[in-house]
């Protein structure tokens, strides 16, 4: 059974920073794709990053210079590093994981999610 648990999210004031982290079970992260998704209130789910077995990393521009995904394969570990954040960037995030992508940040291509972490970015 494959279980995916994120962690780190919380309250910050924006220009801020935070390290999500999304724990595997039953799943080894370094196969496959590793992504992360948020969703807004009233707002779709959107991809944020991604990352394939072979290292290739994917952002959405909106995050692009501020998140780094990374992963530590030895922890079975997913990680976001979130920096300057913005009130935008408010969001329920989750960490999802697939045997193959191609984009990295659709959701279709994934099969596994997490429950979620809170971000609340206050400006």
């Known amino acids: 059974q494959v279980q995916l648990v994120e962690s780190g999210g919380g309250s910050v004031q924006a220009g801020g920073s935070l390290r999500l982290s999304c724990a595997a079970s039953g799943y080894t992260i370094s196969t496959g794709c590793m992504g992360w998704f948020r969703q807004a209130p009233g707002k779709e789910r959107e991809g944020v990053a991604g990352?394939?077995?072979?290292?290739?990393?994917r952002y959405a521009d909106s995050v692009k210079g501020r998140f780094t995904i990374s992963k530590d394969n030895a922890k079975n570990t997913l990680y976001l590093e979130m920096n300057s954040l913005k009130s935008e960037d408010t969001a329920m995030y989750y960490c999802a994981a697939a045997p193959f992508c191609w984009f990295m940040t659709s959701e279709r291509e994934y099969r596994y999610w997490g429950q979620g972490t809170q971000v609340t970015v206050s400006s």
């Open positions: 990352v394939k077995s072979v290292g290739t990393t």
